[in-house]
């Protein structure tokens, strides 16, 4: 059974960073792909970033320069380190696994960008 447990969200000023975790367990962590999403307040989810079990990466539009995704696979963990913070910015960030049909997602961390 997959279980994501996220850390590290919080209230950050504009211009300031943070950096999230997604611990993994009940997994062959490295076989799976990680990403990150997030769903702001009368918004739909929508996926920030991806990371392949080789260590591919992607992002979208609005966050390419500013967060970099990672892996260690030692640790069974995944990273979202965000610099350069925004307003629109703000939501609650998910962490999803898959490999092949077996999918997880983490209970979601809150990210508060306001001054």
């Known amino acids: 059974q997959v279980q994501l447990v996220e850390s590290g969200g919080g209230l950050v000023q504009p211009g300031g960073s943070l950096r999230l975790s997604c611990a993994a367990s009940?997994?062959?962590?490295?076989?799976?792909?990680m990403s990150w999403y997030r769903q702001a307040p009368g918004k739909q989810r929508e996926l920030v970033a991806a990371i392949t079990s080789g260590g591919s990466t992607n992002y979208i539009d609005s966050v390419e320069g500013r967060f970099t995704i990672s892996r260690d696979n030692a640790k069974n963990t995944v990273y979202l380190r965000m610099n350069s913070l925004k307003p629109e910015d703000t939501a609650v960030y998910y962490c999803?696994?898959?490999?092949?049909?077996?999918?997880?997602w983490g209970q979601g961390t809150q990210v508060t960008v306001s001054s």
């Open positions: 999803f696994s898959n490999f092949g049909a077996t999918v997880g």
């Open positions: 009940g997994i062959i962590f490295r076989l799976f792909h």
